[in-house]
């Protein structure tokens, strides 16, 4: 966003709190995305307005981008963008709210000037999840993924499909539970998916609809959730054969390798345009697109094509995969992530998500180069964001402002454990499979209140205490038995081409199969595996 839109003289994150600490006044944070709608209209109103400009000359204004410091955003988002968030010179939150107008700022600023001018940093107070509790351990057992079903069974909108009242997002990873373990669930969701989110002229869906019966679209489009949705739909069409899933992942992998193709990865996302955005193509302008690359949006969109890539041999699909992941390598430095070039380093989600794209392009690609950067990927994030009790940090403790005070962010969390699972599972190793344990059990002790945007934690549960289907496969990747063992209908599956084994070899846990010769014989050898 351009500056002179509101002709404040912003503050970045650090630079700001150091002016601030320097003349001892308050913060005005505005926390806002390339993106959002609602953040570039209050900056055009509300922002501004002569007299906002003026009382905010007893502030401090700092402008953040939320998608390119998460840190910032996670500690400081106040349940949507904007964000309009009041500080202390150290970082301290005094108050906050979204969106405001003229005359709500205006007496927001107010009573903000008066209780510093009354107070001053003694009135700054950090939020409860910044706190030092301690976490909510205990087993990491078979129940967990029950009680989850049950979770997802009871909030389940029979009406409209989805699993909450309003607002209504996909849900992608708790679709892909529900596909296991409820799929008349998971199927009504996707229809509603399919039907309300989906763009029906350019491909890729929009970001969430506002209403319990998924009216009210919110038509913004983020590469790592349009990236979630494919795989998702890649995997229903594995698990039914549905050609619409088909259709409908087909559309998605066009919107992303177009649109939202830079020219070596993918772009961050796309803003929603003006209102023809949404007409006929002949009729309409495009939104716009920033084209910053995350690292952690394009290793969700790797996995995605390749998972895509796995089921229907769509060369087009593996091939911009490669390429983002030859941009993906140049982010990483001794298994260190950087968020974007020039960007944070080390935050456990990108490195989360970095490593489940490396140990796909193993499965899919029979890449053993993708498997030293997972491993190299899995040790960093072990040896720098792993405290004692099993828990990952969700980056470096440094940092101005509440940046120094580490979160522990469950989803994230278990997106990890799942990611070294898959790592132990390809290799052998047991020190992942160790940590994943550790870092699933310092939240089992909650479990019984995880809802149903949690479910990934009951899909990592189920993984680790169960017995989830390995297939090792002599041939190499991209052989027919490979090829089959990928379509095994099971997508939390793991799967290893080129392995020390004559044909295919199925196992689950200590029971293994016959090795099998040929797809047929394989898909019979999975079958009596499971057989009761």
Same mark, same amino acid.
């Given at each position: 966003?351009d500056?002179?839109?509101?002709e404040?003289?912003?503050? +970045?994150w650090?630079?700001?709190?150091?002016?601030?600490?320097?003349?001892?006044?308050?913060?005005?944070?505005f926390?806002?995305?390339?993106?959002?709608?609602?953040?570039?209209?209050?900056?055009?109103?509300?922002?501004?307005?002569?007299?906002?400009?003026?009382?905010?000359?007893?502030?401090?204004?700092?402008?953040?981008?939320?998608?390119?410091?998460?840190? *910032?955003?996670?500690?400081?988002?106040?349940?949507?963008?904007?964000s309009?968030?009041?500080?202390?010179?150290?970082?301290?939150?005094?108050?906050?709210t979204?969106?405001? +107008?003229?005359?709500?700022?205006?007496?927001?600023?107010?009573?903000?000037?008066?209780?510093?001018d009354?107070? +001053?940093?003694?009135?700054?107070?950090?939020?409860?999840a910044?706190?030092?509790?301690?976490?909510?351990?205990?087993?990491?057992?078979?129940?967990i993924?029950? #009680?989850?079903?049950?979770?997802?069974?009871?909030?389940?909108?029979? #009406?409209?499909?989805?699993?909450? &009242?309003?607002?209504?997002?996909?849900?992608?990873?708790?679709?892909? @539970?529900?596909?296991?373990?409820?799929?008349?669930?998971?199927r009504?969701?996707?229809?509603?998916?399919?039907?309300?989110? #989906?763009?029906?002229?350019?491909?890729?869906?929009?970001?969430?609809?506002?209403?319990?019966?998924?009216?009210?679209?919110?038509?913004?489009?983020?590469?790592?959730?349009?990236?979630?949705?494919?795989?998702?739909?890649?995997?229903?069409?594995?698990?039914?054969?549905?050609?619409?899933?088909?259709?409908?992942?087909? /559309?998605?992998?066009?919107?992303?390798?177009?649109?939202?193709?830079?020219?070596?990865?993918?772009?961050?996302?796309?803003?929603?345009?003006? !209102?023809?955005?949404?007409?006929?193509?002949?009729e309409?302008?495009?939104?716009?697109?920033?084209?910053?690359?995350?690292?952690?949006?394009?290793?969700l969109?790797?996995?995605?094509?390749?998972?895509?890539?796995?089921?229907? &041999?769509?060369?087009?699909?593996?091939?911009f995969? #490669?390429?983002?992941?030859s941009?993906?390598?140049?982010?990483?430095?001794?298994?260190?992530?950087?968020?974007?070039?020039?960007? !944070?380093?080390?935050?456990?989600?990108?490195?989360?998500?970095?490593?489940? %794209?490396?140990?796909?392009?193993?499965? *899919?690609?029979?890449?053993?180069?993708?498997?030293?950067?997972?491993?190299?990927?899995?040790?960093?994030?072990?040896?720098?964001?792993? *405290?004692?009790?099993? /828990?990952?940090?969700?980056?470096?403790?440094?940092?101005?402002?509440?940046?120094?005070?580490?979160?522990?962010?469950?989803?994230?969390?278990?997106?990890?454990?799942?990611?070294?699972?898959?790592?132990?599972l390809?290799?052998?190793?047991?020190?992942?499979?160790?940590?994943?344990?550790?870092?699933?059990?310092?939240?089992?002790?909650?479990?019984?209140?995880?809802?149903?945007?949690?479910?990934e934690?009951?899909?990592?549960?189920?993984?680790?205490?169960?017995?989830?289907?390995?297939?090792? *496969?002599?041939?190499? %990747?991209?052989? &027919?038995?490979?090829?089959?063992?990928? /379509?095994?209908? &099971?997508?939390?599956?793991?799967?290893v081409? +080129?392995? !020390?084994?004559?044909?295919?070899?199925?196992?689950?846990?200590?029971?293994?199969?016959?090795?099998?010769?040929?797809?047929?014989?394989?898909?019979?050898?999975?079958?009596?595996? @499971?057989?009761?």
């Amino acid at each position: 966003m351009d500056d002179s839109v509101s002709e404040i003289d912003w503050y +970045g994150w650090e630079t700001g709190l150091a002016a601030a600490r320097e003349r001892d006044d308050p913060v005005m944070l505005f926390l806002s995305a390339a993106w959002c709608v609602d953040c570039a209209e209050m900056e055009r109103t509300t922002l501004s307005n002569p007299q906002i400009r003026a009382n905010l000359e007893e502030f401090i204004p700092i402008r953040v981008d939320a998608d390119r410091r998460p840190r *910032v955003r996670d500690r400081y988002n106040m349940g949507g963008f904007p964000s309009t968030v009041f500080c202390t010179p150290d970082g301290r939150i005094l108050t906050g709210t979204t969106q405001l +107008g003229i005359e709500g700022l205006r007496s927001v600023l107010g009573r903000v000037r008066e209780v510093w001018d009354d107070r +001053g940093a003694d009135a700054g107070r950090i939020p409860r999840a910044l706190r030092a509790d301690e976490p909510p351990a205990g087993e990491v057992s078979e129940g967990i993924e029950g #009680q989850l079903v049950g979770r997802l069974e009871s909030a389940f909108d029979t #009406q409209y499909g989805g699993w909450s &009242d309003a607002p209504k997002f996909p849900l992608a990873r708790t679709i892909e @539970f529900a596909l296991k373990r409820d799929r008349e669930a998971a199927r009504r969701t996707l229809e509603a998916v399919q039907t309300h989110l #989906q763009d029906d002229y350019e491909g890729g869906f929009f970001r969430y609809a506002a209403n319990r019966d998924w009216s009210d679209i919110s038509h913004e489009k983020l590469t790592d959730e349009n990236a979630a949705l494919l795989r998702t739909f890649a995997n229903a069409y594995l698990a039914t054969g549905e050609e619409a899933y088909r259709e409908t992942a087909a /559309r998605t992998v066009e919107y992303l390798t177009t649109t939202l193709w830079t020219g070596e990865a993918f772009a961050a996302s796309q803003a929603p345009g003006p !209102d023809d955005s949404y007409r006929a193509p002949e009729e309409r302008t495009d939104p716009p697109v920033d084209g910053t690359v995350y690292a952690g949006a394009n290793a969700l969109a790797i996995d995605a094509l390749l998972a895509y890539h796995a089921y229907t &041999d769509d060369e087009d699909a593996k091939r911009f995969a #490669q390429r983002a992941r030859s941009h993906l390598e140049g982010l990483i430095d001794g298994g260190r992530v950087a968020h974007y070039a020039g960007g !944070d380093r080390g935050l456990l989600s990108d490195q989360a998500r970095v490593l489940r %794209a490396f140990t796909t392009a193993r499965e *899919v690609l029979g890449d053993e180069g993708s498997l030293s950067s997972a491993r190299s990927v899995a040790d960093h994030t072990i040896e720098t964001l792993r *405290v004692e009790d099993g /828990r990952f940090r969700d980056g470096p403790v440094e940092g101005a402002g509440l940046l120094s005070y580490p979160l522990y962010p469950l989803d994230t969390t278990a997106e990890l454990a799942d990611g070294l699972l898959d790592l132990a599972l390809i290799t052998g190793e047991n020190r992942y499979r160790s940590v994943a344990h550790d870092a699933l059990a310092a939240f089992a002790g909650a479990s019984d209140r995880l809802g149903p945007q949690l479910a990934e934690y009951g899909t990592a549960v189920s993984r680790l205490v169960g017995e989830p289907l390995v297939i090792r *496969v002599g041939a190499p %990747a991209g052989s &027919d038995l490979h090829r089959a063992a990928l /379509r095994i209908a &099971d997508h939390e599956a793991v799967v290893v081409p +080129g392995a !020390d084994c004559e044909g295919a070899l199925a196992s689950a846990g200590e029971r293994t199969a016959q090795p099998a010769a040929s797809p047929a014989e394989l898909e019979r050898a999975v079958s009596a595996l @499971f057989a009761d």
